[in-house]
């Protein structure tokens, strides 16, 4: 996720009648969670999800509720009287477990499932819950389903995804995607993965798209709007697709070409991308943020229509999101405070690209953010121990010391381990675990096998400290004390995310000499 300047549920859920079924004798429904340590009540215990199938009718408005189902297919990992999914901001009409109506209740974010019989350690189970989806948020909570000028776009990041569909909602359960949209024939309808078939009957297409790796559920993608979907090819004939408001088509051409371009840089850096293809997503609506939905990036349109951006920071973004794809979606973080890793690659490879095609040095950018590390840390916790979320701000745990103060420890891990040591490392980092999870101490350990040092001391004051460490080979870098710190003015050359007044990772305006 790429936080920009335009930032600015409570549960739903209703017990059904069938609820009722409910053996009277029973502990009351709770909701649970894998332990999280940012988000306690996020995903389940007792299961594993292969796949989902998710369809969804769009009704041709974005103000009313979707028709949707869910199909969960999982083995259980243990001994299951009840099921809870994650699911907060839809009426639930019926929920069947094998093909058999279960009873079901909601407990917090929790939809609470209860089926007719108990489920055995290793069984096999399918899930079908009949819901609404419902994309206009309360007052208090956002995300999930945005609301376009002309439809609909997903941001699920961080735990939003169960304000669209029910789910096991944390990135340690990643899964397989089939998602199905219904809409009226004048809309065009796009999700992540690769088309699988599209059907006309009457007034409404279906389209169905069908994901070839495994995804975590904060990276869905859905699309519905009166877009055109451009096709190019881009490195060993990957296909990309970029899905834009028709009516932009032209407008938004020089910034789609670019990506084949910029995979190609990546791939120079890392490695093969690592998924069926990719493309990015402009959407005419204020979210606040870019954002690495898998195989389909999500931007705001207006970074690329806003003259107040210099290109070669505009082509920076587009790189941040495509570096996701590499870390943070084909490897995935284990735990939400494994997040430096996802979003510390991102803005390092933001940032290696803006030195080589624009002169933006990457040192520079390293010596401002660490003047401001240690009132980065006072406000966020060190970067591998970010402190909780704000009360009703969720994404509040996307503060610069995840991206700059992130991107920093790798700069430092660089200068201590040397640069041919580092690049084997990004390498065999997104080649180990592609396809998976991983955690901070996989990271520590592949980077000690690798420069055959132990590195122990190194990680643990540069993630876990209070206080930012001194910079390998840069003695003089001096960190300003969160008590004598002024609030910097941010440009585009020197940590902008900390513009003031904007959200942690915000672009800042261009000053006119950067335009």
Not at 428 to 443: G, I, K, P, Q, Y
Request: with cysteine; charged share 20%; hydrophobic share 40%.
């Amino acid at each position: 996720m790429l936080l920009t300047p335009h930032v600015r549920l409570k549960s739903a859920l209703l017990a059904s009648a069938v609820s009722v079924c409910l053996v009277a004798a029973s502990a009351p429904a709770v909701p649970l969670g894998v332990g999280d340590r940012l988000f306690p009540h996020l995903g389940n215990p007792g299961y594993d999800v292969a796949s989902y199938d998710l369809s969804f009718t769009y009704p041709g408005t974005n103000s009313k509720p979707l028709q949707a189902v869910t199909t969960i297919n999982a083995w259980t990992t243990t001994a299951l009287e009840r099921i809870n999914l994650d699911f907060a901001h839809g009426k639930v009409d019926s929920v069947e477990v094998d093909g058999e109506p279960a009873a079901f209740t909601g407990a917090g974010d929790d939809l609470v499932v209860t089926p007719e019989d108990s489920l055995t350690p290793g069984s096999w189970m399918r899930i079908t819950v009949r819901h609404t989806s419902d994309p206009v948020s309360t007052a208090d909570r956002d995300g999930g389903w945005v609301r376009t000028a002309d439809g609909l776009a997903m941001a699920n990041q961080a735990d939003a995804a169960h304000l669209v569909f029910p789910c096991n909602d944390h990135p340690s359960d990643k899964a397989m995607f089939t998602i199905r949209i219904t809409a009226p024939n004048d809309y065009t309808a796009v999700a992540n993965g690769l088309p699988a078939g599209v059907e006309r009957v009457g007034d409404a297409t279906t389209w169905m798209y069908r994901t070839q790796h495994p995804m975590a559920t904060e990276l869905a993608q859905v699309s519905v709007g009166r877009s055109t979907v451009v096709h190019r090819e881009g490195p060993h004939a990957l296909p990309v697709r970029d899905v834009v408001p028709t009516k932009d088509r032209e407008l938004l051409e020089p910034w789609l070409k670019k990506t084949p371009d910029q995979i190609a840089w990546m791939e120079g850096k890392v490695g093969p991308y690592p998924f069926e293809t990719y493309g990015v997503l402009m959407a005419e609506a204020s979210t606040g943020f870019e954002l690495e939905t898998q195989t389909l990036s999500l931007f705001e349109r207006d970074i690329f229509t806003e003259p107040g951006y210099p290109k070669w920071y505009v082509e920076s973004i587009m790189v941040h999101e495509l570096a996701h794809q590499w870390f943070g979606d084909s490897v995935s973080p284990r735990t939400w405070s494994d997040l430096w890793l996802n979003e510390g690659h991102a803005t390092w490879y933001e940032a290696l690209y803006a030195e080589e095609k624009a002169g933006r040095t990457l040192e520079a950018r390293m010596k401002a953010a660490y003047g401001a590390s240690d009132r980065w840390r006072a406000a966020g916790g060190p970067p591998a121990q970010p402190k909780a979320p704000d009360p009703g701000q969720k994404i509040s745990i996307f503060r610069p010391n995840v991206y700059d103060g992130a991107a920093l420890v790798l700069y430092a891990l660089r200068e201590k381990i040397g640069r041919p040591a580092f690049q084997h490392l990004e390498r065999a980092w997104v080649h180990n675990h592609r396809d998976s999870t991983a955690s901070t101490a996989d990271f520590q350990s592949l980077a000690e096998e690798i420069s055959g040092r132990d590195l122990s001391g190194f990680f643990k004051d540069w993630l876990y400290a209070e206080k930012t460490p001194p910079m390998p080979g840069h003695p003089d870098w001096k960190s300003v004390a969160p008590t004598a710190a002024k609030r910097p003015k941010a440009t585009p050359q020197a940590a902008p995310h900390t513009a003031p007044h904007t959200a942690p990772h915000a672009v800042p305006k261009a000053p006119p000499a950067a335009k």
